[in-house]
T-cell receptor, first 110, second 112 residues
Framework: RKEVEQDPGPFNVPEGATVAFNCTYSNSASQSFFWYRQDCRKEPKLLMSVYSSGNEDGRFTAQLNRASQYISLLIRDSKLSDSATYLCVVNMWGSYIPTFGRGTSLIVHP | NAGVTQTPKFQVLKTGQSMTLQCAQDMNHEYMSWYRQDPGMGLRLIHYSVGAGITDQGEVPNGYNVSRSTTEDFPLRLLSAAPSQTSVYFC???????????FGQGTRLTVV
């Protein structure tokens, strides 16, 4: 079983829709959590960190549920430019190795 | 702001050839790593380093060597290229564990 699991999608949504992705992790010792965005044929870039209290950045909201061991990303009012692959990243306490999920593909259409 | 610089961006090799993918960062980050990304497989860790002179293997290290003689540079060597090594390679750095990773633009390698 992979340590970080994501639904690969693709999620096809119209502009203006709200879409949510979940990511589950298997190691309860996980310390820090991130969402990265990767555009086609580009490098991954940090979208946002995920804190225990949750955090919001404009149209994007990330939440952490330690009890159920998952993190989520909510995108409101989707734009065409949101089309990308969203990678879930988990760091274990004391580990030098961030663990990446395989990514969830989002396609926003007119 | 250079960040993480990878060279070359594209490379075609013949089976059996060797080459070095270069990675340099100017942010004085301690932690550097190499990943390969294949369709449907996500990012897989090849090798990583927690500081100059210290390297370790990741998930898929076979066929690759690394060294870390300086904080800035972390080259990845393909010893004898095989078609299975056709992939996109990313170098990343971060200031310490559990921090944001910064990626280079990637190297698209094709082995024929």
């Amino acid at each position: 079983r992979k340590e970080v699991e994501q639904d690969p999608g693709p999620f096809n949504v119209p502009e203006g829709a709200t879409v949510a992705f979940n990511c589950t992790y298997s190691n309860s010792a996980s310390q820090s959590f991130f969402w990265y965005r990767q555009d086609c044929r580009k490098e991954p870039k940090l979208l946002m960190s995920v804190y225990s209290s949750g955090n919001e950045d404009g149209r994007f909201t990330a939440q952490l549920n330690r009890a159920s061991q998952y993190i989520s990303l909510l995108i409101r009012d989707s734009k065409l430019s949101d089309s990308a692959t969203y990678l879930c990243v988990v760091n274990m306490w004391g580990s030098y190795i961030p663990t990446f999920g395989r990514g969830t593909s989002l396609i926003v259409h007119p | 702001n250079a960040g993480v610089t990878q060279t070359p961006k594209f490379q075609v090799l013949k089976t059996g050839q060797s080459m070095t993918l270069q990675c340099a960062q100017d942010m004085n980050h301690e932690y550097m790593s190499w990943y390969r990304q294949d369709p449907g497989m996500g990012l897989r860790l090849i090798h990583y380093s927690v500081g100059a002179g210290i390297t370790d293997q990741g998930e898929v290290p076979n066929g690759y060597n690394v060294s870390r003689s300086t904080t800035e540079d972390f080259p990845l060597r393909l010893l004898s290229a095989a078609p299975s090594q056709t992939s996109v390679y990313f170098c990343a750095s971060s200031p310490r564990t559990a921090d944001e990773a910064f990626f280079g633009q990637g190297t698209r390698l094709t082995v024929v």
